[in-house]
Each structure stands twice: as C-alpha cells, then as structure tokens.
C-alpha cells in the first residue's frame, strides 16, 4: 500500500503571498487532517476532512483553508502569509468516520517545510 | 482543554540502557493515548496506543501503560539502541473528536 505523499518538500515565500500544500492519502484511507508543526515543537492540530468537507477546526484564521478531493486527496491553502507561518506543514490520513471514531490513528506524510521571509 | 506535557529532552542515553520519557495529560474524557516517533527528515510514525485504562501498548521493545488514576503514559524500553534516536511524541484523542493533541516531543540521542 502507498502511504501518505506531499508536495513539495521546501518552498521559500515571502510575507502577503499565497501557498498551496498538497497530500495524497494512503491507500483506503478517508480522512484527512492538517498540522503545523513549528520548530522544535508538537504539531498543531489546522483541520480535518472527511468526504470532501471540513470536519473539524482548530485554533487558526480563516486565510487557512483546504479541500479534500474524491480520491480523497487534499490542498491546504494559506493566504496573506505572515512570517509566524513558517513550519512544516503536516498531512496524516485515516479512516474514519464524521463523528471522529477511527480517525485517530493516523498516517503522516513527511511533510512541507514552508519559510516565509 | 486538552493538553499533554512531556519530559524535556535532549536525553542522551547510552546503547543498551534503560529509557523512560515521561508524560503525563488533561482530558475532560476518557481519551486514547499515543507515543509517536519522528526520526530525521520524516514525518511523524504511530509507535504504540492505549485506548482505555491499564491497558498497555507495546511495539518494537516499547512500552506505555495507561495509568487513569495518575493521568499518565510513560514510555519505557529496556535496552535502547542507536537506531531508536529520534523525536518522541505522546499524544491523545478524545472518541468523537477529531484532532490529536501532541506533547512537544522529546528527542532521543543513543550513543554507541
């Protein structure tokens, strides 16, 4: 089974710019979820997905959004980056269902390390 | 809210010694528990789960029990090696909720 993909690896933006992240879920997973992982902490949970929707936030401003596709694969799109914006973004997926049983367990990808100058 | 508090590293062990991490947390609930491991230049790996009290979760030499009446998922391993350095993370979910609260981490150095 392939597990869970990002693109890209590294990207340089400056502040007031605009990013998209990508993930491919793993292979019979159905829920996807974003984090933010800043240096030498934990990740922070953004969102979660399941079946195209957005099933759950965390504490973030709205210029953080995201899709999730039929294949079940996903965007997260920042907007106005602002210079705390740099990270590594997270992608985990899971199956699960919309009242969150299941989606617990996750599968990381290696994540985008996003810098913002 | 939730919050998970860890053992801050590094901790620099070396090969085939005793390692614990402690962690300990606050849920309103009755939460799942987690250790997750993250070696260098790769994304975050489940290494074991609890899903209720006394239950212990073990894999590759690993272990955490869950211990409700200290709030607590300590994680232990009795003869580390050079390949277990990495960032280790508790973590836990509450049923019918979806994120997963993560600890800060605690890096692991094992030298030979």
């Known amino acids: 089974e392939t597990g869970v993909t990002q693109s890209p690896t590294h990207l340089i933006k400056t502040r007031g710019q605009q990013v998209t992240l990508r993930c491919s879920s793993q292979?019979?997973?159905?829920?996807v979820s974003w984090y933010q992982q800043a240096l030498g902490q934990g990740p922070q949970f953004i969102f979660q997905?399941?079946?195209?929707?957005?099933?759950g936030r965390g504490n973030f401003p709205p210029r953080f959004s995201g899709l999730q596709f039929p294949n079940y694969s996903s965007e997260l799109n920042v907007n106005a980056l602002e210079l705390d914006d740099s990270a590594l973004y997270l992608c985990?997926?899971?199956?699960?269902?919309?009242?969150?049983?299941?989606?617990?367990?996750?599968?990381f990808g290696a994540g985008s390390r996003l810098t913002v100058l | 809210g939730n919050s998970v508090t860890q053992m801050e590293g590094p901790v620099t062990l070396s090969e085939e010694a005793f390692l614990t991490i402690n962690c300990t947390y606050t849920?309103?609930?009755?939460?799942?528990l987690f250790w997750y491991v993250q070696y260098p230049g790769e994304g975050l790996q489940l290494l074991l789960k609890?899903?209720?009290?006394?239950d212990k979760g073990s894999n590759k030499g690993f272990e955490a029990t869950y211990r409700k009446e200290t709030t607590s998922f300590h994680l232990e391993k009795g003869s580390v090696q050079v390949s277990d350095s990495a960032v280790y993370f508790c973590?836990?979910?509450?049923?019918?909720?979806?994120?997963?609260?993560f600890g800060t981490g605690t890096k692991l150095q094992v030298i030979p």
């Open positions: 609890a899903t209720k009290a006394d």
């Open positions: 973590a836990l979910s509450e049923r019918g909720y979806q994120k997963v609260t």
């Open positions: 985990a997926s899971s199956r699960g269902d919309n009242r969150g049983a299941g989606a617990n367990v996750l599968t």
């Open positions: 997905y399941y079946r195209e929707e957005e099933n």
């Open positions: 849920a309103t609930g009755y939460p799942s």
């Open positions: 292979s019979g997973h159905n829920t």
